[in-house]
């Protein structure tokens, strides 16, 4: 992968919870998210053992924490979207790592559909989900149909997470925001 990929917090924390980090490392060399997402990741709700693991990953240099420069595009950009009163409801972690995206030409990881879809079509992003990233791996072999429909129904248990079936989900032609 040479298009950086630029994790929300929801992505992220879906295979934090499941343990299943080694899927993202399979397609991609390195996570990026911002200081913003970090914030919401260890915040006092989060499981004890998705800290750790996250910890573990940052200490590794798997996870990146690139912070948005006062001044920057991507501050720029970020700044543009928090003072807009249309995009405010959704959140920093969200509008921050798709400022990334937009500015660095990157990849959104973002399970949150009806906040993101505006900005994939807007700006023309290439995006992923917690469930795009599992059937890629289906595809590529990485994961039997049996492993896959395991995981799938952990993954259930996330209501951003498509609560159909895996098989149905396969099966569905529209499966993300499309351009």
């Known amino acids: 992968m040479t298009k950086p990929i630029f994790y929300d917090t929801d992505c992220l924390s ?3 919870q499941i343990n299943r980090i080694d899927l ?9 998210i911002t200081a913003e997402v970090k914030k919401e990741l260890f915040n006092k709700k989060t499981p004890q053992d998705v800290k750790t693991r996250l910890t573990s990953l940052i200490q590794d240099g798997y996870v990146e924490i690139k912070d948005l420069e006062f001044g920057s595009d991507e501050f720029n950009q970020y700044y543009t979207f928090i003072t807009d009163d249309e995009t405010e409801d959704i959140g920093k972690g969200e509008l921050s790592v798709i400022s990334l995206a937009i500015v660095k030409n990157g990849i959104l ?11 994939v079509k807007k700006y023309n992003l290439e995006h992923v989900t917690t469930s795009k990233i599992i059937v890629t791996c289906y595809e590529k072999g990485y994961l039997t149909f049996d492993e896959v429909d395991k995981i799938w129904k952990e993954l259930r248990k996330n209501p951003k997470h498509p609560q159909i079936s895996f098989k149905d989900f396969y099966n569905k032609d529209d499966k993300m925001c499309y351009n």
Do not use: G
């Open 14 to 16: 879906s295979f934090l």
């Open 24 to 32: 993202l490392k399979k397609e991609y060399s390195k996570i990026i």
């Open 109 to 119: 990881a973002s399970n949150n559909l009806d906040d993101v879809c505006y900005f």
